[in-house]
């Protein structure tokens, strides 16, 4: 069965950076684009941009560009998300995702990194 | 960007009522919507793709409906485990995605 497992929790300085792993298992890796998406506590889901794991072509939201770099390494089957110039508002969950096809949701979701940004 | 705005906020329902969730998109995006069940400390679940389809393994209580602006999720007979919140996300013009800001589903 398809599974996306997540690196495990972070804890930042501000100013920092991370960089949150998620491996895939269950299906070809190039074959499904990864997403990353994002959640603070007690707020909505918040899509960050994505990547195709085949070609590496990546799309970052506007908010993140810049600040966001997405990578992969398809000989372990793992996507990366690093996220730049941290600062307390980037406290949340991260989740990557991914989807069957194109034009339709995401299928497949890791089980979420918390990332805290705290001096 | 496309905003996507999804209404009530709150929604409180008996079990065995029916539901209706609302998501409403600043510009038309088609049929280009999925839905999403969360519940505390997970992650997000695919409930309706293509605005009316339903994703593998998702019960029949689930519909969606609606095109171009107008959104609706419908869940007949609430079950316990119904109660959540829910998401709407378009994708019309993949693969960019767009949330909205949720509507919590909670127990009359």
């Known amino acids: 069965q398809v599974q996306l497992v997540q690196s495990g929790a972070e804890v930042k300085k501000p100013g920092a950076s991370v960089k949150v792993s998620c491996k895939a298992s269950?299906?070809?890796?190039?074959?499904?684009?990864i997403n990353w998406v994002r959640q603070a506590t007690g707020q909505g889901l918040e899509w960050m941009g994505w990547?195709?794991?085949?070609?590496?072509?990546?799309g970052y939201a506007q908010k993140f560009q810049g600040r966001v770099t997405m990578t992969r390494n398809t000989s372990i089957s793992t996507a990366y998300m690093e996220l730049s110039s941290l600062r307390s508002e980037d406290t949340a969950v991260y989740y990557c995702?991914?989807?069957?096809?194109?034009?339709?949701?995401?299928?497949?979701w890791g089980q979420g990194t918390l990332v805290t940004v705290s001096s | 960007e496309i905003v996507m705005t999804q209404s009530p906020a709150t929604l409180s329902v008996s079990p065995g009522e029916r539901a209706t969730l609302s998501c409403r998109a600043s510009?038309?995006?088609?049929?280009?919507l999925a839905w999403y069940q969360q519940k505390p400390g997970q992650a997000p679940r695919l409930l309706i793709y293509?605005?009316?389809t339903r994703a593998t393994g998702i019960p029949a209580r689930f519909s969606g409906g609606g095109s171009g602006t107008e959104f609706t999720l419908t869940i007949t007979s609430l079950q316990s485990e119904d109660f959540a919140v829910y998401y709407c996300?378009?994708?019309?013009?993949?693969?960019?995605?767009?949330f909205g800001q949720g509507t919590k589903l909670e127990i009359k």
């Open positions: 990547m195709n794991p085949n070609s590496g072509n990546t």
């Open positions: 269950g299906y070809t890796f190039t074959s499904y684009d």
């Open positions: 293509g605005a009316a």
């Open positions: 996300q378009q994708y019309n013009n993949w693969p960019t995605y767009t």
């Open positions: 995702a991914s989807s069957s096809g194109s034009y339709r949701g995401f299928d497949y």
């Open positions: 510009q038309s995006v088609s049929s280009n």
